[in-house]
């Protein structure tokens, strides 16, 4: 058994460059688990400026000096967020308030509609049964609404410290832009020369980071724009809720598209029963998710790598648990380095392996 390791060892961890990228991986991985939630505005600072750097760059090649192209993106960012927590968040705030008040309303006509189907199918469903189902699901929408109210009220004890964070987030991404030379080449200094596997790993990586996250966020907006448009323009209720619910599901593949289902349809029905506005916003909403699924995908992530579903929902399930909903964001991201890895590892044992060609 120890010989086996000891060959296993050899094999994979022989070459100084592997050992080098295993290092770095543990070191990485290290941080972000165990002072992920004390660095948690630069972990996100660094992240967005690494984000904001494509459109820099861009503006750079348009012969934009760097400093501006950066005062330019940062201001566009800093309007951004100043929409989102001064215009987006308490709309969406009030319509989940609403949500949570008709709740019992919409328990009381679910319950009306049950119970519809005693007189209809008196066979199949008994009054006593479905009282035991409006039971339970009444139940279990009390806990959800408390649930709310409680994270509600957790939020409220914690705003000092979300104010300190809008506030150090956008400087912080401000310096990791405008000082990005000086700070990659203060840490390549400290990294070490063997570093030729890792920088091909990183190249991958960087690719295709950027390109599936600027890809997602496009899709999250064009998604969510397009859902709390065609939700608005059919009379919806809650329809900027919903839009954003929709938008954000695209962020968990497969289970995202499912999940969000559940309470457009339930709110559509409650709203509508069974009419044609139901029909058409069921019919809607599949055509949108139809468009996301074959167009919009395809489109912005025809350079990524591709991964199987199983891969995809693993990664989801691990990376999920470990980081919450950061870790459901960059899943895809994350999976793919681990392939990078997989793939880069055989290929260092293997040029390590190789014999030395005899030289005439």
């Known amino acids: 058994m120890e010989n086996l390791l000891g060959r296993w060892f050899k094999k994979y961890f022989s070459d100084p460059e592997g050992v080098i990228l295993a290092v770095l991986l543990i070191l990485g991985f290290t941080v972000v688990i165990f002072f992920g939630d004390m660095l948690a505005p630069v972990l996100a600072s660094v992240v967005i400026a690494y984000l904001l750097e494509g459109i820099v760059t861009l503006l750079e090649n348009r012969g934009l000096k760097r400093f501006l192209a950066v005062l330019l993106v940062f201001l566009l960012f800093v309007a951004f967020l100043l929409f989102v927590f001064f215009g987006l968040v308490p709309l969406l705030s009030k319509q989940v308030a609403q949500l949570v008040q008709e709740i019992p309303n919409m328990v009381t006509e679910g319950q009306r509609s049950l119970l ?5 199918y008196p066979q199949m469903f ?3 049964q479905l009282k035991e189902v409006m039971t339970a699901i009444r139940a279990g929408l009390t806990e959800m609404g408390q649930g709310i109210l409680s994270f509600s009220l957790a939020s409220i004890s914690t705003l000092f410290t979300m104010l300190v964070y ?3 987030l956008p400087v912080l991404v401000f310096f990791f832009m405008k000082d990005k030379k000086i700070i990659v080449a203060w840490i390549t200094r400290y990294m070490p020369k063997e570093r030729g596997v ?5 190249r991958e990586m960087d690719r295709q980071i950027g390109n599936y996250v600027r890809g997602k966020f496009v899709e999250i907006m064009v998604v969510g724009v397009a859902s709390y448009v065609v939700f608005a323009f059919m009379g919806l209720n809650y329809a900027s809720l919903l839009g954003a619910a929709v938008g954000l599901s695209v962020v968990v593949p497969y289970i995202g598209a ?3 289902t559940v309470p457009v349809l ?3 029905f409650f709203q509508w029963g ?3 506005d139901f029909a058409y916003l069921a019919l809607a909403y599949l055509i949108i998710q139809g468009i996301d699924g074959n167009v919009l995908v395809p489109w912005l992530f025809s350079e990524a790598v591709n991964l199987h579903p199983i891969a995809i929902i693993i990664a989801i399930l691990i ?3 470990v980081w919450g909903f950061w870790g459901i964001f960059f899943a895809i991201p994350l999976a793919t380095l681990v392939k990078a890895v997989i793939d880069a590892w055989p290929n260092v044992v293997d040029d390590a392996a190789t014999p030395p060609t005899n030289q005439v």
Do not use: K, N
Not at 116 to 120: I, K, P, V
Not at 198 to 202: A, E, K, N, Q
């Open 258 to 260: 499912v999940a969000v």
């Open 266 to 268: 339930l709110i559509g």
């Open 166 to 168: 809008i506030v150090l």
């Open 198 to 202: 890792s920088l091909r790993v990183w």
């Open 116 to 120: 519809r189907l005693t007189e209809l």
């Open 126 to 128: 008994s009054e006593a």
């Open 274 to 276: 069974w009419s044609g």
């Open 319 to 321: 990376f999920g648990g």
